[in-house]
């Protein structure tokens, strides 16, 4: 028998990657939709999967190939999105412009955070990241005016409407707001991918299989946990960013809470941590269930949809330790594997 | 004459009371199979870990290849051409054996292609072929060790230190990783092996150095450094050499 | 600074930070033994003084008598969650490789339904015990000691004291001892490892639900306390050491003593922040706390 066969990453007649080719189908596929049907509702429920899906694809970009949890990245979304607000309101910037400054101060941030923390294991580690996100939160939530910046408290920022504008991100229809996500999440798995299989990747998995041993092979932990930590603060940044252009309107509750970073762990974690496909799993699993949890008995009862989390939560980490997505994944192995076995 | 690749130059290290090593002075010649012996407690994996990088020695020096390197990072000391085992193996479990022996590839390229042939030759020199795809959690201990050998290979060392290779291995599975030892020599690579099986160190070492409550006692050739009485004592007591004198 | 008002301030911190050591002790024992994070720590409280409450309104039970329901509830409760939540995870475990991350992201769990479930139920709405009895106020030289909080710190000290002579001396508590030392070799000498460690997260728990009684008469109650007791507990226990029990108290009275003397100084707001970056700080320069040994 031909080992190699196995060994080697399946094809596609193409001669493309097959997973490649799944992903590119499924996009082409999602982009479709809004050509198809005309439903305001559909089309905001998918952003808010993809919005989700994109967050989590930015947590799991670090968190999920070095092993460890943080539940402070909801600090870098707030910082993407405050960011690009207060420059389009104080500065006239475009948000554009505005979101990738914010990802920057966001990447800075996390650089000047990770660089003492990243020496805390497990639960220290993750107590320390909830710790520095609520002291930014608890900040903001109790600063009207920041030198001379006006950061209004607990009460958030409104985005001016400013007409259907590409310049202004701010568009009347929710469509291209859902092309815009649809793009980022793309970027983001891309990203994912290609580190994964890059020297970065290789480090980030053998820190999180064990440090010692990863040490002994070369690798100096600090610098690659850092510029993974660079990128996905970098990377949720702008998913803040985002968020504030689509409600025009943004508080410390809501983009920089615990909740929200709760919401891109518990994702990633209940699709697939490590794997470029799981955060997409796992806001596929759990955002339809918030929103209809929020839109349909939501009303009288707040707080059902983070039951239903908790629930989930609980019976992935006993039962389904990989998320979701390992079942799967034996699935099509078993599928490719028969293919790759047939004379 | 030999030259020298290791030197080890009076080197020392405390822990709160106890003098795990005190100034350890020997060398490793080039192409050279040492094996380093002690009883349990007797600073081996102390004075490896020293060499490795893992701990800074309180003294002394460590000269390899007429550098010092004591003090060094242990990823500085990797990239210098030393790679090592551990007494207790530590695979990377989640990932499979050839996604773990390319993270020592890693160490020397960028190019992942070459990187990715080299482990799938790697994985059959150790004779693991057949578990190329295999997680390394599901492998049994004595695999898991020879995958921890055949990755530290891949960061293409000068020098390998190897601590208790064959701890818990069947007669067979010794045997098999003395035969392993001897082709990683042959490959030009120095080894310096920590190992209590003599049956391991007899027939692979060129010259044994032994330690006993951190100092060295004897330094030679296995059959001669074993008949030694400090050796014997160090090892059995002092009951044992008076009754056999 | 007035020293009067000072001395005042320190007072009413020690009481305070006494109550905050008391909730934090369950923390510190269930992390000691079990090597597990509680997330849920702070909702335990939480639901403790919610049965204290619904004792007081719909009973008419005096809160403190409520503790003959608390206690044994939260016992109960904390049992169950060791045993059908939590445990199937430590069996799962190989000797040895401890995965505190997975227990976390239980906990994690168990905290967002008690919380959520809360306040489906409750609701947001604030509530409030109010006896119709009065204290009265001894004093401590010229400063009055409120009598509630005196209640709660000295129960605080004699739980600690109680539980650490426990430990030492009965045979139960040598065995959580074993337990918490090397679980493995605990279950070869004959112990009954996940019985340790059921009774063990049952006793966090219970000596929550007699906080929960002991506290309801003067805190307002709602589903959000117990995330605010749950990091506050965290920065006690951090201060303290983890798993240290003496520490717990120690760290609560430290806390409690720097917010009442900060609020004299500066904003709430600042006084929050400072307590979290402090918090930070030991974590990082003495990740084993001021009582934790090394
Ligand atoms: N990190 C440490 N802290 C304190 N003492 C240590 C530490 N590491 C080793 N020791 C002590 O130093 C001495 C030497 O230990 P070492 O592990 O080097 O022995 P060894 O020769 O490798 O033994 P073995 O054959 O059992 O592996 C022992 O007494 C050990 O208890
Ligand atoms: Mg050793």
Redesign the interface.
Known sequence: MNTRTITATPRSAAGLPLGALAAGLGFGCVALVPLLVDDPFLIHSLIMVLFFAYMASSWNFLCGYVGQLSLGHAMFSGVGGYVSVLMFTQLGLSPWIGMLFGGLLAAGLSVLIGYPTFRLKGPYFTLTTIAFAEIVRIWVENTNDFIGVPLKGAEGLVVPAAGDSLWAFQFSSKTPYFYIILAMLALVMLATRLMERSKLGYCLKAVRGDRDAAEALGINPTPSTLAALAISAFMTALGGSFYAQFFRYINPERNMGLELSIDMAVMTIIGGQGTVAGPLLGALILTPISEMARSHLGGGLPGLHLVVYGLVLMACVLYFPKGAIAPLGRLAKRLTDRRGSRP | MTTTILDVQGISKRFGGVQAVKDLSFSVGKGEILGLLGPNGAGKTTAFNMIAGYLRPDTGKVLFEGKDIAGKRPWDVCKAGIARTFQLSKPFGDLNVIENLMVGGFCRTGDRARIRERAEWMADFLGMGRQREAEANNLTAFDRRKLELGRALCTEPRLLLMDEVVAGATPSEAGEMVELVRRIRDMGISVLIVEHVMKVIMSLSDRVVVLDYGELIADGEPQRVVAEPRVLKAYFGERYVQSRA | MDPLILSFAVVNGVLLGGIYGGVALGLSLIFGVLRV?NFAHGSFLMLSLYIAFWCWSLLGLDPYLSVFVTVPAMFGLGYFVQSV?IS??IRRERALVVE???A???T??????L???A??AFG?NVRAVQVDYYLPSPMLGPIPLNPQRLIGALAAVLVALGLSWWLRHSHMGRAIRATAQNRDAAALSGINVPFVYAVTFGIGCAVLGLFGSLIAPFMPIS?SIGVAFG?KS?IVV?LGGLGSIPGCIVGGMVIGVFEAVASQHI?A?SA??GS??L??LI??VR?QGIMGRA
């Open positions: 994070v939540i199937p995870l505190p991350l997975s976390l992201l239980l994690a769990g168990v905290f967002l339904v919380d959520n479930l306040l489906m947001p589903p990091i965290f951090v904003t707001t929050a922040i979290l970056g918090f930070i974590l990082l990740p």
